[in-house]
Each structure stands twice: as C-alpha cells, then as structure tokens.
Nanobody
Framework: QVQLVESGGGLVQPGGSLRLSCAASGRAVSSENVQWYRQAPGKGRELVAVIGHLGTTLYGDSVKGRSTISRDNATNTVHLQINNLKPEDTAIFYC?????WGQGTQVTVSS
C-alpha cells in the first residue's frame, strides 16, 4: 500500500513562488515514476511534471520554464517548485505513484 501526502499549498500573489511536497510511504520514490497533476475548478486533471526513477524530468507546457521537480531520497519526498505563479495556476495539486493518489493541496493565486 502506498500513501502520499501533499503539502505546501496556499494563497500566493501573482508572480510569487511555492514549493509543494509529496511525502510517500510504502514505496521508495527513488524507484518509481512520480507525477504531479493539477485540477482547476471545472476542469479535468492535467499532468504538470514527472520525475522518473532514473531522475529524468518532464514538464507540462503550462509550467515549463518556471517549475522544477526534484526528490529527496532521504525523506522519501518529491518536491515541485513553481515560480512566477499566475492566477490560472489556481488548482488542487496532486501527486501520483502508479494508481495511488494523494489527497491534494490547494494552490490559490490571487491578489
């Protein structure tokens, strides 16, 4: 059984930054492909970023160039740093390993 707990969301002004975290248990993040998704109000889930078990990273077009996904093997946590946040980034952000999802963390970008 894999458990994922996201944290780090909140209210931020446009142009600000956030660092989201996904703490995993039951599986080593260093051995898995870990994905971040987001779901904006009234929309479907959108892939934001992926870090593969070999460390390869992939970003969705909506955050490319202003996001960094990384992992900390010591704490079994994957982080997602997003800079230059825009109102359209407002969403619930989820992490995923295989078929397991976390509960999500809310990000609201507003002045």
């Amino acid at each position: 059984q894999v458990q994922l707990v996201e944290s780090g969301g909140g209210l931020v002004q446009p142009g600000g930054s956030l660092r989201l975290s996904c703490a995993a248990s039951g599986r080593a993040v260093s051995s898995e492909n870990v994905q971040w998704y987001r779901q904006a109000p009234g929309k479907g889930r959108e892939l934001v970023a992926v870090i593969g078990h070999l460390g390869t990273t992939l970003y969705g077009d909506s955050v490319k160039g202003r996001s960094t996904i990384s992992r900390d093997n010591a704490t079994n946590t994957v982080h997602l740093q997003i800079n230059n946040l825009k109102p359209e980034d407002t969403a619930i952000f989820y992490c995923k390993i295989n078929m397991f999802w976390g509960q999500g963390t809310q990000v609201t970008v507003s002045s």
